[in-house]
């Protein structure tokens, strides 16, 4: 697929190119839950590379915990864990984002649409990559207050129709831009535009640049050609350039979105 840039601001991170390039395209409520995780029917879906564990987004709009698991389902002890995966959607059972995560058992969760309602899973995986069958699922309403700090939501990425991209936190007048990577969230490139700031997408790739508006909010649409696969992922993220060469940019959450229908 193919996602273009506005003409105009230019960022280069080291070995990426920007805009035009083609590519596969004061309030937070912390909200403790308990997910129970068992290891069902664990299939093979061993990672074609090591992902780093992430850390909780900034401003996290939940908080996030589940207890390990202690067994597999043959019974032996449950030794081999090396992370799990967090999935949440706006339907049951159909979860259009995903977390990957490190072994630790609880997770700051930011980019999170107020007043929607998200249902979420979580699985385990080991260290071949074998992930175990979803955790019961739990279901959560946002608060309604839109976190303080530049923030990125999205409407789910389907295939054929437009997404809805947008940044809330902005300052009026801003200009956002919104990124893409075809390789997930990361340890990402360092941008000297940004003042050396470094996004947590892998090989990222500008599809497009808004204003924000009075209240602070700046939106793209995109559309996923109708011909695309469904379930491959992409990451996104947006940076905001602030300062003097850049010195005080800031950046968002990053999503991981999965393509449906």
């Known amino acids: 697929m193919t996602w273009r840039g506005r003409e105009g601001s230019r960022m280069r991170?080291?070995?990426?190119?920007?805009?035009?390039?083609?590519?596969?395209?004061?309030?937070?409520?912390?909200?403790?839950?308990?997910?129970?995780?068992?290891?069902?029917?664990?299939?093979?879906?061993?990672?074609?590379r090591a992902i780093p564990p992430l850390l909780a987004d900034p401003e996290p709009q939940l908080q996030l915990a589940w207890t390990p698991p202690t067994t597999m389902v043959d019974g032996t002890a449950a030794s081999e864990v090396a992370g799990y995966k967090l999935y949440?959607?706006?339907?049951?059972?159909?979860?259009?984002?995903?977390?990957?995560?490190?072994?630790?058992?609880?997770?700051?969760?930011?980019?999170?649409?107020?007043?929607?309602?998200?249902?979420?899973?979580?699985?385990?995986?080991?260290?071949?990559?074998?992930?175990?069958?979803?955790?019961?699922?739990l279901t959560v309403v946002v608060p309604p207050r839109a976190p303080r700090v530049p923030t990125l939501m999205q409407e789910v990425l389907r295939r054929g129709q437009a997404t809805q991209?947008?940044?809330?936190?902005?300052?009026?007048?801003?200009v956002v831009s919104f990124l893409f990577s075809a390789l997930g969230e990361g340890a990402g490139p360092c941008a000297a535009e940004l003042g050396?700031?470094?996004?947590?997408?892998?090989?990222?790739?500008?599809?497009?640049?808004?204003?924000?508006?009075?209240v602070g909010t700046a939106t793209v649409r995109r559309t996923m050609p109708a011909e695309t696969w469904t379930g491959p992922t992409l990451a996104f993220q947006a940076v905001i350039r602030r300062g003097a060469q850049g010195g005080q940019s800031v950046k968002t959450n990053a999503i991981t979105a999965q393509v449906m229908d």
């Open 13 to 48: 991170f080291p070995g990426v190119a920007w805009c035009e390039e083609r590519g596969f395209l004061d309030f937070v409520c912390r909200v403790s839950v308990l997910l129970c995780l068992g290891l069902y029917g664990c299939t093979s879906t061993a990672p074609a």
């Open 196 to 214: 050396g700031l470094c996004v947590d997408i892998m090989g990222p790739a500008l599809f497009g640049e808004a204003t924000a508006d009075t």
């Open 165 to 174: 991209f947008w940044v809330t936190g902005a300052r009026p007048g801003e």
């Open 88 to 137: 949440y959607g706006f339907a049951s059972r159909h979860y259009s984002f995903l977390k990957t995560l490190g072994p630790q058992p609880t997770y700051g969760l930011a980019g999170l649409v107020p007043e929607r309602t998200y249902y979420m899973a979580v699985t385990a995986y080991d260290r071949t990559g074998k992930e175990s069958g979803l955790s019961e699922e």
